[in-house]
Structures are given as structure tokens and as C-alpha cells.
């Protein structure tokens, strides 16, 4: 997607069909204004079923989607993303089951009291409205972005992308299908992907009647959206992930960590990609995690003092500032040796999208300089970048990881698809 597409849909068919989708989602979401807890649980409860039901149909889809994908070349890692097993649909499902059992943010009283002259405040929570979504080779998204809106009493407009095609039409066939059968607007989830890339320009355009949007993929995609968007962005981030190793850090407890942080699933924005050793620790750690990383495939790129460290068996590329800048999503590691915890914090501060960072220590001092000089979304105490998620940090699923500063920022759950209203209570009162 790139910027020129946006003088391309002003004015045609598939700017005033995308904006029919908008307004058929905005009278959509009026149905969940009133529509109580149990409304929305049982909701997703059917969902969940409708999707277990209808696994191998999705999985067939999903063959075609990646079997184009390998046609057009795309990495292991945005495969590994792409890719829909029997497995990953149940997981999808009991994640919508998980979301129905999570408390109702919409009604939460945020602030509230009785003003001197006598009127009542309350600030609540209330839904966005109308929730646009541009993703790419995720069809894992589609699902969860939809248990999220819909908990949260929103509707959904889907722009899923070209790689995930046959398996979002399925996802999304299936799910509008569970919904009405549970008497609800189909309408509350829609997709245009059949408007391609000009579909998605429309979307970002359609102020007014999508209330925001969401980008969720690599840096050109979000890019494009921050910059032709009209409609109010929650700007995702790529994952240029560090795991700094101190002084103190156990050495096994390390290697496990790391290891998990860069190979349990590389093609994800919680990946380590960057790993920082002390100096202190470096000859009894190196030898051992690059032997550990080697063994498991992991190409390593790496300066000078990495390189001497590394057993005979395993290779090390020198390594540029571009590996430093690099969101690999692949099984490719940029490792440096540093001199301090000075060092490797301005070495992170530098190189860093803020996203999320991990020290491992058993220096408390250290734990807690890092958690307070450095200013990413998520910071990790002696654990895995991969906790990094909605799922894992108890919020059901996630929309996406934000990285800006405004209203939402790390794993986006069911809060941050809510906004406040403020209700005032009055007993004839007019202001003097």
C-alpha cells in the first residue's frame, strides 16, 4: 500500500461502496449500546462454536492462501503467520471464550462525585463505535479483532489483506453467520478486502463514520496509515526487540530465556531480535547460547568480541549497523557485547522501535535502572519478550501492541477499544 493510491479512489465506486460498509456498521453497532453482558457472552460463545465447526473449511482456505503465499515468495516467518492448523483455530475459538469471561469494560465508572452545587458526576466507559482494522498475512486477526470489538461494544470493518484472502472470506462468512443466528447484525463484522488496496485508502478516509483505525503489520503498512489516514490512528509498532544479558544474569536461566524469545515463533513482533551481553558475562554465556542459537538454525550476525566468543561450529557474520536496525521476523540474530548497563541502555535507546525490552539480572539496582531509563511500551524483568501479548497478560486477545504515547499504548485489549463519556446529574441547576 503506498501513498498514491489515495487519488485513485476519491470520488469512485469503491470509495462510496466502503463508506456503505461504514454507515451499515455504524447503525450495526447501535444494537450492542444496550446490549447486555450476557448479549455479547453468549455472542462470542457462538462464535467460538460456529469457528471449531467449521475448522476444516477454514484450514482448506488457508491451503490456498499458503500455497499462493509460497508461489509469491513469502519468508518462513510472515508463512508461519499466515498458517492455520486444526490447533490455531481451536485457539482462536477458546480465545473468544476467554474474552466472554473477562468483566464487561463498557458502563466501568472511571470517576464520579457530587459537586458542591450539587451535581452528580460520573466519567464511563462506552465503545467506540465504528473500529477499523488494516492487517496483513494474519487471519488469526480477524477473529480476534472481532471478539474484541464486539465485547467491547463495537462494530468492525476488516481489511485483512491479498495473503490471507480465502482464509479471512471463510473466518468472516462464519462468524456473521453466528451472529445473526444469535439475533444480532451481521453487520457488526464486515470486510473489504474485495476492494484491494484502494478499499483500505477509502477506509482511512471515511471520517466521520469509522471513529479509528488500527494498522497492524510491517513499518511500510503502518507508515501509509499514519500518513493518509483522516480517520484517527492507534499507531502499532514494529517489534526491533532487545534481550540485554547483565552481569549477574544466570547463565542457563539466560540461555532458556533467550532461546525462547528468539526461536518459540520468529515471525512475530515480540521476537527478540537484538541480544546485548555484559561484558562480565560474556565468556561464560556466549559460548553456551550461541551453541544453543547455532543448533537451532538461527543465522547470527555479530561484532567483533561475539565473533572470539563463539564455538568453532558456529558461524558468526560481522556484524553492520543495519542488523541493529532490523526487525528481522525470521530466525536471524544481531549479538553485541557491551561494556555496561550504560551502554546498553543508549545502545537500545538508539536502535529501538519501542516495542519491548527484557534484562536479565539478579541485580535489583540494574533491573531497576532499566525499567526506568528506557521507554518502551513493555519492559521484561529476567522473562520472555513472548509474554508481549494480550493472551499472555491476561487480557483475553489483543487487537495489536501500540507503541505511541496517547489514549492506548503496549497489548490493546478490551479497554483500549473504549472511550469515556461523562454523565451529569442535575436538579434544575443552571450555571450563574
Not at 481489511?159 to 473466518?171: D, E, F, H, Y
Not at 518502551?376 to 495489536?400: C, H, W, Y
Request: with cysteine.
Amino acid at each position: 500500500m503506498t501513498s498514491t493510491l489515495s487519488d485513485r479512489t476519491a470520488g469512485t465506486d469503491v470509495e462510496q461502496d466502503v463508506r456503505d460498509v461504514a454507515r451499515r456498521a455504524k447503525v450495526a453497532s447501535r444494537a450492542l449500546a444496550t446490549a447486555t453482558r450476557a448479549t455479547k457472552d453468549a455472542a462470542l460463545h457462538a462464535v467460538a462454536d460456529a469457528l471449531v465447526a467449521a475448522a476444516d473449511d477454514v484450514v482448506a482456505a488457508n491451503r490456498e492462501d499458503l500455497a499462493r503465499g509460497r508461489e509469491n515468495g513469502l519468508t518462513p516467518g510472515l508463512l508461519d503467520r499466515l498458517e492455520l492448523t486444526p490447533a490455531r483455530v481451536g485457539a482462536v475459538a477458546e480465545a473468544l471464550r476467554e474474552l466472554a469471561g473477562l468483566p464487561d469494560p463498557v458502563g466501568e465508572v472511571l470517576r464520579g462525585q457530587t459537586l458542591p452545587n450539587g451535581l452528580r458526576l460520573r466519567q464511563l466507559r462506552v465503545p467506540m463505535g465504528v473500529v477499523g482494522v488494516i492487517y496483513e498475512a494474519r487471519p488469526n486477526v480477524t477473529v480476534d479483532a472481532a471478539g474484541l470489538a464486539l465485547k467491547s461494544g463495537n462494530a468492525v470493518i476488516l481489511r485483512g489483506g491479498s495473503a490471507a484472502a480465502s482464509s479471512n472470506t471463510v473466518i468472516t462468512d462464519v462468524m456473521r453467520r453466528a451472529l445473526e443466528a444469535q439475533g444480532l447484525p451481521a453487520d457488526l463484522v464486515q470486510s473489504i478486502d474485495r476492494y484491494g488496496r484502494p478499499g483500505g485508502v477509502a477506509l482511512m478516509h471515511a471520517r466521520g463514520l469509522v471513529d479509528v483505525l488500527i494498522p497492524r503489520g510491517g513499518a511500510d503498512l503502518i507508515r501509509t496509515v499514519v500518513q493518509e489516514s483522516t480517520v484517527p490512528v492507534i499507531e502499532t509498532g514494529v517489534g526491533n526487540v532487545h534481550v540485554y544479558v547483565d552481569a549477574t544474569a544466570d547463565v542457563a536461566t539466560a540461555v532458556e530465556i533467550v532461546m525462547n524469545a528468539k526461536t518459540q515463533r520468529v515471525g512475530v513482533c515480540n521476537a527478540a531480535e537484538t541480544l546485548l551481553v555484559h561484558r562480565d558475562a560474556a565468556d561464560a554465556f556466549l559460548p553456551a547460547a550461541l551453541a544453543a542459537l547455532g543448533g537451532a538454525g538461527v543465522v547470527l550476525h555479530g561484532d567483533e568480541r561475539t565473533t572470539a566468543l563463539a564455538p568453532e561450529s558456529v558461524e558468526v557474520i560481522p556484524a553492520t549497523d543495519a542488523d541493529w536496525a532490523t526487525e528481522y521476523l525470521a530466525l536471524e540474530l544481531a549479538v553485541r557485547v557491551v561494556d555496561s548497563l550504560d551502554e546498553a541502555i543508549e545502545h537500545i535507546r538508539t536502535w529501538s522501535s519501542g516495542h519491548t525490552e527484557a534484562i536479565l539480572t539478579r541485580d535489583i539496582a540494574a533491573a531497576d535502572r532499566f525499567v526506568a531509563e528506557l521507554d518502551s511500551a513493555a519492559i521484561m524483568v529476567n522473562a520472555s519478550t513472548r509474554f508481549t501479548d494480550g493472551g499472555q497478560l491476561g487480557l483475553g486477545a489483543e487487537i495489536g501492541i501500540s507503541t505511541q504515547k496517547l489514549h492506548a499504548r503496549g497489548p490493546m485489549g478490551l479497554a483500549e477499544l473504549t472511550t469515556t463519556k461523562w454523565v451529569v446529574h442535575g436538579d434544575g441547576h443552571v450555571r450563574p
